[in-house]
């Protein structure tokens, strides 16, 4: 616009999910002028909410702050929404998923300041967003780090962890963040490390899910994730198990083998799955069998 008069600065943003903006010759009309923009815009750019509570600072030649501006009555139609990524938004994201709902989650033990950092992400946001931020925040490439998909359901909030050992990681953001002790509840309810010795334990019928390369096994299906093959699995009288599902995925077996070979090193009570067989109930009551013993034939039996 002719006549219009520019201004460039720098932007950060906290923890605290507060936006601050820096530059040169600021004044106080600037952010009087930013809240109004906001509240005339945001109707229809939800994400602008973010900058509600926006403080602004005028800086001299070398960087130093000679005034700071900040006015929460300027922002009266919209609540502040801290911006993603910061602790702030991790703190809203935990208390505002409600059943059904699915969020991406990661943590470190030593964050861009050195702390414990946590990260969550609502699963509707997009892996995109939450991969930049993991990647904006793995600062420390020597800081144990753990991540997972954590589900809402009526049984309580179930995070799936890939290893044992991550749970640490999460009791140290918790020591750090105390507000995040809700994202505790079983953890590791779906951890290999429960998952495995469950294969050499079952006894009666339980409920399974193979999604992503990734077995859960739980005594009610309330326990697992509303994702991927699902059914159930018992141990036969000859003490291989077996695998019913309603869905015929002709290469479950071989996934199941594969499965078992990745994780035998460290877990060899996986080796109950040697000798599984899959069974599909179709919907017009006939019943497929699935057998391969040549799958198996490279593996020890099960102690």
Partial sequence: ????????????????????????????????????????????????????????????????????????????????????????????????LDVGDSAWLWATTRG????????????TRGEDVFTRQVVRLHRDRGAQTTGGLLDYRLAGA?????????????????????RLEPLLPAFERHALAVVAPRLGELDGKAWFTFHHGRLQIAPTREELAPRGLRGTVHRAAAGHLVFRTKVDVSDLLEQLAAWVTQHLATHPEVLALVGARHRVVLPDGEEVRYRDDALWAHLPEAP
């Fill in 158 to 178: 179930v995070l799936e962890l890939p290893r044992l050992g991550d749970r640490a990681v999460l009791d140290a953001v918790v020591r750090a963040h105390p």
């Fill in 112 to 123: 861009p300041d050195g702390d414990p950092r946590p990260l969550v992400v609502r699963t």
């Fill in 1 to 96: 616009m002719r006549g219009a008069r520019g201004l460039s600065g720098v932007l950060t943003v906290g923890d605290d999910g507060v936006h601050r903006f820096f530059a040169r010759d600021l004044a106080e009309p600037f952010l009087r002028d930013l809240a109004g923009w906001v509240c005339r815009i945001a109707p229809a750019w939800d994400e602008l909410h973010r900058l509600c509570g926006a403080q602004a600072y005028a800086v001299d030649g070398a960087g130093a702050v000679t005034a700071r501006f900040d006015d929460p009555l300027l922002w009266p139609r919209a609540l502040p929404r801290p911006a993603v990524g910061t602790l702030a938004h991790t703190l809203e994201e935990v208390q505002r």
